[in-house]
């Protein structure tokens, strides 16, 4: 079964950029969707972020387009967020998840394995 490791969150000031990683196992990496979402207490997951098996098609949420940038590099098994013009409101723990077809869906439950989270704290 695939495994997912987030990496890269932090404490950083509104305006700065941070990436983050996810480290997938497995041997079908590039066979299907990634995606990102977010969480912060008392609230649901909501969805960030997804990429293509390939790569060739994104989607991002409205609250980030044109702040984040999503992308894979199967040569490592790795998904990338890469978080510019940071703001408070990107404060969140962030997960990466693996779909269960190519293209995968802004839908939650499209996504069949999670990493653990990363905390992302951006201040004012």
């Known amino acids: 079964q695939v495994q997912l490791v987030e990496s890269g969150g932090g404490l950083v000031q509104a305006g700065g950029s941070v990436r983050l990683s996810c480290v997938a196992s497995?041997?079908?990496?590039?066979?299907?969707?990634m995606g990102w979402f977010r969480q912060t207490p008392g609230k649901a997951r909501k969805f960030v972020s997804r990429i293509s098996g390939s790569g060739e098609f994104t989607d991002y949420a409205d609250s980030v387009k044109g702040r984040f940038t999503i992308s894979r590099d199967t040569t490592k098994n790795t998904l990338y967020l890469q978080m510019n013009s940071l703001k408070p409101e990107d404060t969140a723990v962030y997960y990466c998840?693996?779909?269960?077809?190519?293209?995968?869906?802004?839908?939650?439950?499209?996504?069949?394995?999670w990493g653990q989270g990363t905390q992302v704290t951006v201040s004012s």
């Open positions: 998840a693996r779909s269960r077809n190519y293209y995968g869906t802004n839908d939650a439950q499209n996504f069949d394995t």
């Open positions: 497995g041997r079908s990496f590039s066979r299907y969707a």
